[in-house]
């Protein structure tokens, strides 16, 4: 399946689970994803679609102060929350985890999707994560691009 047959499965399912075309979404940045992240971003924003946390413009509060620190994480936080579709792209870093973790427990506004472009992350053994065969997560298996 290519990226776009991805793509438009996504917005199908965005179209399906709501009336309004317009939805907020967050997706895991892992810097080594971030051009793929960027393209999905992009398409989705020129849908109308809104991106309620950009990790990437934050970047460097790892090396901030414990007050730069704190409000990103509560902002980013706050964002998972409030979003109504949530994609979690693989490989990524133990901070996808704990964002997965928080849209698992504010599940209730939102789908969420864990996308590998080699589905290697959806089967038993070294690289599967438990939480990625939650009854709540749609698993996606396909190139990024």
Known sequence: MDFLLIYDKLIMIIIVSKKELSMRFYITNGHDNQSRINKIVDILEAKGHMRTFAWSDHEDVLHGDEASMNTVAMNEVNAIRDAELVIC?????????????????????????????????????????????????????????
């Open 89 to 145: 792209m693989l490989p990524n870093k133990k901070s996808a985890h704990v964002a997965l973790g928080i849209a698992l427990a504010t599940r209730m506004n939102k789908r969420i999707f864990v996308w590998s472009e080699t589905g290697d992350e959806f089967q038993s053994g070294d690289n599967a994560f438990i939480f990625y065969f939650h009854p709540s997560i749609e698993r996606i298996e396909g190139p990024f691009a």
